[in-house]
Structures are given as structure tokens and as C-alpha cells.
């Protein structure tokens, strides 16, 4: 059975976390934290070792939700699919949903806290964790989509699990340019892309 975090815990993480929406991690301090949760120094350094580690956890946080998102939206799309033709347009549903431009943000959030681990090493395992959450996941809905007839065996589960991440990622590089692609034009790569690698 997973640990309950303490509620004095649950709340500094929680009210970080939405300050995120507004600020980069560096600009956050601990008295602004303090001020909008109404929890004292002493309670924040009971249950953080510093400030770093109080920010880390909540940008895990972050992480953890786009990928329960995900997750479930790939959950609920493969629990009503049937056919070849249910899962393709499944599927199309699901790259709209996680790639749409309105998540340009959280894009940046990701790949802030990705570059942000790999000098950290407390960070880095912790961000690790969901990362590994999200690849299991996924390499078990691939597993599952080919006991049920609907994608090819012909290639490696985690290997597809990785490059759906990837190119749902890597659309952060037009995410910051003047000149940005027409995003339907990159649904319908996508959608070729998953019909002639995934599908059977």
C-alpha cells in the first residue's frame, strides 16, 4: 500500500506547484511559498531538505499529471476499440489531445525539468521514476493492443513506447518559432507515422 504524504507536505508541494503556472522554478522563494500556504520555515525544512528539493518534488508533481493524462487517455481509448479501424481513429483522437498547441506549455515544463536532472542527481531519480512510470505503461498498452489483434509484433514495445514520447516531446521545436507549422499537417504525419509502424 503506498504512503500517504503528510498533509503539511501534500500542501507546500501543492501551492509550489501552482505557482509554477506563473514563474520559472528560479524565481520562486521560500518566504513567497511560506506566505501562500501559511505554513511556517520550520514546517518546510521538517519535510524538504531545502528549497531545491521542495521545488524538484513539484515539478515531479507536474510530470506525474501529464503522464496520468496520458496514460488515461490511451486507457480509455484502447478499452472501447474493436477493430483496425476503431483504433486508427482512437489513436488520431489521442495524438490531438496530447499534442495540441495549447500544450505548448506544458512542452516547456517538460523539457525544463528534463534538462534541469541531468546535472542533479536527486532530481534525476526522482524525475526518473515517472518517466519509468509512463514507458511501463505504455510498453504494457502496446503489449495489450497486440493480444487483442490490433498492432504489429514486428517491432520492440519499449522502443515504440519511447517514440511515442518522442515525437509527442519533440514538438516543442516549433513551439517557439514565428514561422509554426500548420499542426494539422503534423496530425497527419503523426497519423502515417503510427499506421505504418504500430498498426497490423
Excluded: C
Excluded at 534541469?116 to 514507458?135: D, G, I, S, V, Y
Aim: net charge negative; proline share 3%.
Amino acid at each position: 500500500m503506498p504512503t500517504k504524504i503528510h498533509p503539511t507536505k501534500a500542501l507546500l508541494i501543492a501551492t509550489t506547484v501552482e505557482l509554477l503556472d506563473t514563474k520559472l522554478p528560479t524565481e520562486i522563494a521560500v518566504d513567497e511559498i511560506l506566505e501562500k500556504s501559511g505554513i511556517s520555515k520550520g514546517s518546510l525544512y521538517h519535510h524538504f531538505e531545502d528549497l531545491g528539493e521542495l521545488l524538484e518534488e513539484a515539478q515531479v508533481e507536474r510530470y506525474a499529471a501529464w503522464v496520468d493524462r496520458s496514460v488515461e487517455a490511451l486507457v480509455t481509448m484502447l478499452a472501447k476499440v474493436k477493430t483496425k479501424e476503431d483504433i486508427l481513429k482512437g489513436l488520431k483522437l489521442v495524438t490531438r489531445f496530447t499534442q495540441d498547441p495549447v500544450y505548448s506549455k506544458t512542452r516547456f515544463q517538460r523539457a525544463r525539468a528534463i534538462a534541469a536532472a541531468e546535472h542533479n542527481p536527486r532530481f534525476r531519480a526522482r524525475l526518473a521514476e515517472e518517466q519509468t512510470r509512463l514507458t511501463d505503461a505504455l510498453i504494457d498498452l502496446i503489449n495489450e493492443a497486440r493480444n487483442k489483434g490490433l498492432y504489429a509484433s514486428d517491432f520492440d514495445a519499449h522502443a515504440g513506447a519511447v517514440l511515442v514520447q518522442a515525437y509527442t516531446l519533440g514538438m516543442i521545436v516549433d513551439d517557439f518559432v514565428d514561422n509554426k507549422m500548420d499542426p494539422e499537417e503534423w496530425y497527419k504525419l503523426i497519423d502515417l507515422v503510427v499506421e505504418k509502424v504500430f498498426l497490423k
